[in-house]
T-cell receptor, first 113, second 111 residues
Framework: DTAVSQTPKYLVTQMGNDKSIKCEQN?????MYWYKQDSKKFLKIMFS???????INETVPNRFSPKSPDKAHLNLHINSLELGDSAVYFC????????????FGPGTRLTVL | GESVGLHLPTLSVQEGDNSIINCAYS??????FIWYKQESGKGPQFIID?????DKRQGQRVTVLLNKTVKHLSLQIAATQPGDSAVYFC??????????FGIGTKLQVIP
């Protein structure tokens, strides 16, 4: 059973397009995250949601809009994609918002041409 | 944005030797630390954690050491195996429960 799943695994698109990445966790966790990992493997948090409410928004351009329809899902929509958005995006979840260990999804490799 | 100017450190270790991966953190208020392992093509995976009121914690083949005086953390892997080849990240929890990841270290195990 996959604990944190995200789709698609690969996403190749043109500059200017809008795309979405979906994430689901079946661990019963209250908190979910989106991370961006660049080509040098640097991991940076983008957003954190706790029970469907936004708790962390790390100076991410407003072209990125997370949506949490329920606490098991956190989707990421990106408008007007730019070359610099190319990266691997990881969804993660943790039991609560205390900053404890997180379970990560397999990642979505986004390539913007 | 991109981690411009930063390079992923690499540690090469002979199979069977012990590995020591180091990490420096900057926030003196950090009270909790986690090590993650990221294998190629996968997401990071929790290995071991330690609270700031401890200076050592042991798991199976792994030991984490914490030196708060110099804000330094290390992960020791005993009898390194090919399956240990991965990128290892430390992460620290600072104010407002925010977790910050370090830049990562790539461990290459030579058979």
């Amino acid at each position: 059973d996959t604990a944190v799943s995200q789709t698609p695994k690969y996403l190749v698109t043109q500059m200017g397009n809008d795309k979405s990445i979906k994430c689901e966790q079946n661990l019963g966790h209250d908190t979910m995250y989106w991370y961006k990992q660049d080509s040098k493997k640097f991991l940076k948090i983008m957003f954190s949601y706790n029970n469907k409410e936004l708790i962390i928004n790390e100076t991410v351009p407003n072209r990125f809009s997370p949506k949490s329809p329920d606490k098991a899902h956190l989707n990421l929509h990106i408008n007007s994609l730019e070359l610099g958005d190319s990266a691997v995006y990881f969804c993660a979840s943790s039991q609560d918002e205390s900053g404890g260990p997180a379970d990560f999804g397999p990642g979505t490799r986004l390539t913007v041409l | 944005g991109e981690s411009v100017g930063l390079h992923l450190p690499t540690l090469s270790v002979q199979e069977g030797d012990n590995s020591i991966i180091n990490c420096a953190y900057s926030n003196s208020a950090s009270d909790y630390f986690i090590w993650y392992k990221q294998e190629s093509g996968k997401g990071p995976q929790f290995i071991i954690d330690i609270r700031s009121n401890m200076d050592k914690r042991q798991g199976q083949r792994v030991t984490v050491l914490l030196n708060k005086t110099v804000k330094h953390l290390s992960l020791q892997i005993a009898a390194t195996q090919p399956g240990d080849s991965a990128v290892y990240f430390c992460a620290d929890r600072g104010g407002y429960q925010k977790v910050t990841f370090g830049i990562g270290t790539k461990l290459q195990v030579i058979p």
